[in-house]
């Protein structure tokens, strides 16, 4: 997944102080200062420009004395039934055979219960069939034609299997006979109620013209969504296959029970992810973060990755420090 356009970019200092180093965002964008990433509860973050209105229906639902899942599944909805986002919900980009299988996960810290969804079609919100595969089974996750089974049985709405125009664009791809790459995106969905707790979620239709089947990291805890009410939270986007091998959040968040500060999380995990990895920084992965003192971060590959911030006093959109090869060295399998 090649990152989005840049937008929205605040003003203000272009550099971070993040390790006890100052970093530069490598395209010339602001970076926070660590002293201002951080807000009172409640606190709702998610990844992309695209994620402010999900953060800022997260927030309605908060203030109208919803609960946190109420939170996170409503904000989500907002994504999903966006019909111009080809990356997340029904109007996303088709599996090879020309089908929208969706995937998504969502997280309570009480309890620490999960429930989620993987390659499910013609449903209109896998947000809400995951949480109730979290609220009315013994189940974590249930997959492709045993998860719509499980919609259909409990009435979720349905929608077509691939939009008018997405499948205009599967019937010219298969002409061309190439699987070309094609962006994709995730909305990652985390925050901390005024009371403390700590909640999360995820939804995508994953890699374009991907093999019927294919599951990324959005549905697998601890790959695209990691929650822990001690501690903190931690979402992903970007490609799957390079978070679930290293259950990039599950190691954000245990970066974060160590003492590091959100950003320092994500990056940090970048850059064990990328030592480990043949690819080195060639990654396409990006991560955001929340801890239990209202702290807030994100990190990404290469020059960074825009995420959206929401609490009480503002909601923005704030640019994430990027990563490179030349930010530790020889990558790759080379530890240091």
Known sequence: MSNMPRRHFLTGAATALVGGRLIQNAAGSPVLPMAELTAKAPLIVSTWPFGKPSNEKALEVLQAKGSGLDAVEAGIRVTE???????????GIPNAEGV??????IMSGPGHRAGSVGALSGFRHPISVARAVMEKTKHVMLVADGAAAFAALHGFETGPKVSPGQHAA??????????????????ALILQTASGDIFGGCSTSGWGYKLPGRLG??????GGLYVDNEVGAAGATGLGENVMRYCGTFLVVEFMRQGLHPQDACLETIRRIARLDPKGFDLSINFIAIDRNGRFGGAGTGTGFEYSVTCPAFSRVVQSPGVTTADIGPVGGNRK
């Open 81 to 91: 039934s966006d019909a111009g986002n080809p990356s997340v919900g029904l109007a």
């Open 100 to 105: 929208v299988q969706l995937d998504a996960c």
């Open 170 to 187: 599967w019937k010219k791809w298969k002409e061309q006979q190439k699987r070309a790459e094609k962006n994709h995106d995730t909305i």
């Open 217 to 222: 990291d959005s549905p697998i805890v601890g």
